[in-house]
C-alpha cells in the first residue's frame, strides 16, 4: 500500500490495522457476499479511554470539581458535608470511594438546574480552557489520533459514526464538532431529563432538572444505541467491561461484524492499566481477564496501543 | 415556474407552497443572510394526520385491536374485564373513554413481552396487509403525497428529516423505510424500555418489558427532539395542539424557521376536524381555535388541505 493511498497512517501494519481495512473494503465492496447497504452502515465509539485519555479520572470529573469549586461560594455547607467536601478538597482516593449516590449528587450539583443552552455554554468555555495535568494540554487535544482516522476512514466509506459514551450526552455534545467532527444527534450518552418550559417572554426553553433518564453505560450502551438508532451496528470500539454488551450487541447483527477493544498497555506514552497492570479503578468498567478472553473467544480485535500506534496524540511527530 | 421544476407538484399555487420554497431557498444560498450549514439542516415531521391518515383512530390503535384479537384466547379472562373488554368488542365510543391508564394496559399487552426483532416482525407483517376500512386500501398507502413531496424536497436540499410521533418509535420504524423512505434513526417517538438479555444459546437480544421510557407528546416532543438531536430543528410540521410545543421549540430557535400546521378541513376528500368541526376527540390533540389563534400571531403556516392540496394521494389522479 502506498502511503499517500493509507487511510489510517498513525496505525503499525498488523493484525488490528488490516482487520479494520478488510471489514470496510469487503462491507463497502457490492460484489463481496459481506456488502452492508450505505443505509445500514453505522458504526459506534465508546469515548473515555477509546477516543481520548480516561486517566488519571475522567474529563468529565475535572469539569465536575472546577463546577463545584465555581459554586462552592453559594453553597457554604459543602464545606462541611459529604461528597461535597472531599470532592471540593481535590480528594482523589475519597472520589474512587463515591457511591453511586454521591455522584449521582454531584452530577446535580453540577450538571443541572439550568437551561440546555446554558448549560452548553458553560461546557463549551470550560472545554476551551482546561488542561490534562500531565501533558499540560487541553484535554480536547488528547484525543487519540489513530482513532480518530478510523472515524474519517469510516465516514469516507459512507458509514454513520456515533460516539456512544457513558459520560453525559450533553457534556460531549458541547465540544464533538470541533474535537471528532460529530454532529449532536452522532453523540448517544448518559442522560438527564428535560424539562419543556416557557421564560419571561414567553420563548420556549429547555430546563435540565437533577432527574436521570438514561444511564449509557454497559446495559445501557445496547439499550440506547437500540432506542436511538434501531439496530445494532456494525462495527463497535470500545476499551472496557463497560462497552461489553455493546460489542456482544454488535455481534448479535450476524454477518460482517467488526468488534474491537483498545487496550491500554503503553505506560511510557500514556497509561497502562488492561488485565496485566493493577487496576485503578473498576467502577467504572475496567479491561479485565476476563473482557480479554471473551475477546479472543468471540474473534474481537483487541487494539494494542503500545504495538499498533505508531503515534497517539495529533502533537506528536 | 415550469412544471418539471417544481419539487411541490401536488401542491397548490398559494400561500403555503411559497412559504416552504421561500424557506428552502434562502436556508440553501450562501449568499443569502439565512443560509442554513448543511449540518444545521434538520427538520420535523409529525406523522398521524400529518404524514398520514389518523381517522377514525390512529392506525396503531388498529394494530393493538388486531394483536388484542390475536391474543385473546390465551386471555380468556379479558372477556369480562375493562378495557379489554371493551376493546376486543372493537366498541370506538368506549375506546374513546378509555383513561391513559386504560391505554397504557392495552400497550403493555400488546406491545411488549417479546424481543425487539420479534415485535418489528409482528408490525412488519401486519402493516403488509392491515387495511383502512373507508377506502378498502392499505394504511401505507394513506400517506400525504404533498407531504412526500416536502420530505424528499428538503432531502434534496441537504436537510435530514426526522419522524417525530406520538406514536410507538418502533412501530413505526418497522414499516418507515417503505412508507417513506426514512431509516430507523430518523424516527423518534414514544418508547417503552429494553432489556438487554442473552437467549439460550448466550446472544444478545433486547426484551420489551411494559414501561414507558419516552411519552412523545406535546411537551415531550421539543424533550426527545433534544434528547435525540441537541437542538431546535429549523423546520417543524404537525397539525394538532400535540405538536404545539415542538413548533414553539422550533421557532425558539432564532433565525429563519419554518413552522406548519396541516389543517384538516376537507370532508370530501379526508376528514374535516379542524376549529370550524365538530372535535371528535381532544385527548391526543387536536387543532383547536386557541391553536389556529397562536398559528396567525406568531406567523406559522396553517396547510388547507382542501386549498393547497392538489391531490392528497398518491393513487389519486
Known amino acids: 500500500m502506498s502511503a499517500a493511498a493509507d487511510p489510517l497512517p498513525s496505525w503499525n501494519e498488523g493484525e488490528a490495522k488490516t482487520a479494520i481495512l478488510d471489514f470496510v473494503r469487503k462491507t463497502t465492496d457490492a460484489t463481496n457476499p459481506d456488502f452492508v447497504r450505505e443505509k445500514d452502515r453505522v458504526a459506534t465509539f465508546d469515548q473515555d479511554g ?9 474529563t468529565q470529573v475535572a469539569f465536575a470539581l472546577k463546577r463545584l469549586t465555581d459554586l462552592a461560594p453559594q453553597h457554604p455547607e459543602w464545606k462541611t458535608t459529604e461528597p461535597y467536601k472531599s470532592a471540593l478538597a481535590g480528594d482523589l482516593a475519597a ?3 463515591f457511591t453511586v449516590n454521591d455522584l449521582e449528587e454531584l452530577v446535580a450539583a453540577t450538571h443541572a438546574g439550568m437551561t440546555t443552552d446554558g448549560f452548553h455554554t458553560i461546557v463549551a468555555d470550560w472545554i476551551a480552557k482546561a488542561k490534562h495535568p500531565r501533558w499540560d494540554r487541553l484535554y480536547k487535544d488528547l484525543v487519540y489520533q489513530p482513532m480518530l482516522e478510523v472515524m474519517e476512514y469510516l465516514r469516507a466509506s459512507r458509514y454513520k459514526v456515533y ?5 453525559g450526552q450533553a457534556f460531549v455534545r458541547a465540544y464533538a464538532d470541533q474535537v471528532y467532527n460529530s454532529r449532536p444527534e452522532e453523540v ?9 418550559e416557557y421564560d419571561a417572554e414567553g420563548r420556549a426553553v429547555l430546563m435540565r432538572p437533577p432527574k436521570l433518564l ?15 438508532l434501531g439496530r445494532p451496528p456494525q462495527a463497535a470500539f470500545g476499551n472496557s467491561t463497560g462497552d461489553q454488551q455493546m460489542l456482544e450487541y454488535t455481534q448479535s447483527g450476524g454477518g460482517a461484524r467488526l468488534m474491537a477493544l483498545v487496550l491500554h498497555d503503553d505506560d511510557k506514552r500514556e497509561y497502562a492499566y488492561g488485565p496485566d497492570s493493577p487496576q485503578t479503578d473498576t467502577k467504572f468498567g ?4 476476563a473482557l480479554y478472553d471473551e475477546a479472543k473467544a468471540k474473534g474481537w480485535i483487541v487494539v494494542s496501543m503500545k504495538r499498533d500506534w505508531k503515534r497517539i496524540f495529533s502533537f506528536e511527530s
Chains 1, 2 share one sequence.
Open 50 to 58: 477509546t477516543l481520548w485519555v480516561e486517566h488519571p479520572f475522567y
Open 95 to 97: 472520589f474512587a470511594k
Open 163 to 167: 460516539i456512544v459514551t457513558g459520560g
Open 188 to 196: 448517544i450518552g448518559s442522560s438527564i431529563a428535560t424539562q419543556f
Open 214 to 228: 438514561l444511564y449509557n453505560d454497559s446495559s445501557g450502551k445496547p439499550q440506547d444505541i437500540y432506542l436511538f
Open 286 to 289: 475496567a479491561f479485565t481477564q
